[in-house]
């Protein structure tokens, strides 16, 4: 099964909803023959007519390599990721476990019973170096 794998969702500085891909297998480029792109920026981008899905190869971070669509864009009323990358190569996409948080060392020991006891004073706290 072909997969498309979230590595950065709600991406900023694209014309439309941006999520970037991890594919596998790697889409290959008719642009460029020989080379594939196993990152792709994915978005949707909508104005006065048809949306638009576009499909670019893209760095891990989600900037674009080139703006040359790679198959999988197309133009429709109801344009998604999900379409665009099965159109693309039949690419399903999963969205991976999140990692689980560090744990945390405790800051304090939790206070024994014993220690809540309140404080004792001084028989004379004005003079309390005499009561030692």
């Known amino acids: 099964m072909a997969t498309a794998t979230v590595m950065i969702e709600n991406l900023g500085g694209y014309a439309g909803?941006?999520?970037?891909y991890r594919l596998d297998p790697p889409l290959p480029d008719p642009n460029r023959p020989g080379e594939s792109a196993d990152v792709v920026t994915v978005w949707v981008q909508r104005g006065y007519g048809p949306a638009e899905a576009i499909v670019v190869a893209a760095h891990p971070n989600g900037a674009a390599l080139r703006m040359n669509r790679l198959p999988g864009s197309y133009v429709r009323e109801d344009v998604t990721h999900s379409g665009a990358l099965w159109?693309?190569?039949g690419y399903e996409i999963v969205v991976p476990e999140p990692e689980p948080e560090p744990e945390v060392?405790?800051?304090a020991a939790e206070p024994e019973p014993d220690d809540?006891?309140?404080p004792t004073?001084?028989?004379?706290?004005?003079?309390?170096e005499k009561d030692k």
């Open 121 to 128: 004073l001084a028989a004379d706290p004005i003079n309390w």
């Open 17 to 20: 909803e941006a999520n970037t």
């Open 116 to 118: 809540l006891a309140a």
């Open 105 to 107: 060392a405790a800051i």
């Open 87 to 89: 159109l693309a190569g």
